[in-house]
């Protein structure tokens, strides 16, 4: 794995060697920030944006977004494992001072007190957890004024009718789709 573009292009990220990590492809990152970045900003507000991974795995996603431009990151993972890896990815990288990183649980974290422009949520394929993180960042508003919120599934995956207005775009790649929401401060 390897980051695609910016400042840290073509740096490799390490990997656990977990059974429940399944890191984004470099494909599908490419396609993501490049949809980001040309349809829903422009480049020079990337710089301001602070980036929320709620299920971090190696925290390629954090990595690549700070090397494209983003001025801070907060990922959080769980696995002790996917953890470390991630920990030792920042570091080689010398990413200590952009990027926060938290060994927990995503759902008993406490969000009031932060605010995220871009927030991208891929936890582990068949997990269903997907809904009640959009749930948990609209209810503590975790969100600035206006927010892209990406969630990675597993093809087909069923997100809530609630949430669905919200949805701007969808795309699949191979056995993943990538959803793309836009919140403001009066979604609800």
Same mark, same amino acid.
């Given at each position: 794995?390897?980051?695609? !573009? !910016?400042?840290l292009r073509s740096r490799r990220i390490v990997s656990s060697k977990t059974l429940d990590l399944r *890191? @984004?492809?470099?494909?599908?990152?490419?396609?993501?920030?490049?949809? &980001?970045?040309?349809?829903? @900003?422009?480049?020079? %507000?990337? #710089?301001?944006?602070?980036?929320?991974? *709620?299920? !971090?795995? @190696? !925290?390629?996603?954090? =990595? #690549?977004?700070?090397?494209?431009?983003?001025?801070?990151?907060k990922i959080i993972e769980k696995d002790k494992k996917n953890f470390l890896a991630c920990l030792k990815?920042? %570091?080689? &990288?010398?990413?200590? +001072?952009?990027?926060?990183?938290?060994?927990? $649980?995503?759902?008993?974290?406490?969000?009031?007190?932060?605010?995220?422009?871009? =927030?991208?949520? $891929? *936890? *582990?394929?068949?997990?269903?957890?997907?809904?009640?993180? &959009?749930?948990?960042?609209?209810?503590?508003?975790?969100? +600035?004024?206006?927010? =892209?919120?990406?969630?990675?599934?597993?093809?087909?995956?069923?997100?809530?009718?609630?949430y669905k207005k919200y949805i701007k775009s969808q795309k699949t790649y191979g056995r993943s789709d990538?959803?793309?929401? =836009? &919140?403001?401060?009066? @979604?609800?």
């Open positions: 794995m390897k980051v695609t !573009g !910016g400042f *890191p @984004t492809s470099n494909k599908v990152k490419q396609a993501l920030f490049n949809t &980001l970045l040309h349809r829903y @900003t422009e480049s020079k %507000n990337f #710089e301001k944006f602070r980036v929320l991974e *709620p299920f !971090g795995g @190696t !925290g390629a996603i954090s =990595i #690549e977004a700070i090397s494209r431009g983003a001025s801070k990151a990815n920042i %570091n080689l &990288l010398n990413l200590t +001072d952009r990027i926060d990183l938290i060994n927990a $649980d995503f759902f008993k974290i406490n969000l009031c007190n932060y605010k995220f422009n871009f =927030i991208y949520v $891929d *936890p *582990p394929y068949n997990s269903n957890l997907i809904n009640r993180a &959009l749930e948990k960042i609209l209810d503590e508003k975790a969100f +600035d004024k206006k927010n =892209i919120f990406v969630c990675e599934s597993e093809k087909n995956y069923l997100i809530k009718d609630n990538l959803s793309f929401f =836009i &919140l403001s401060s009066s @979604t609800k």
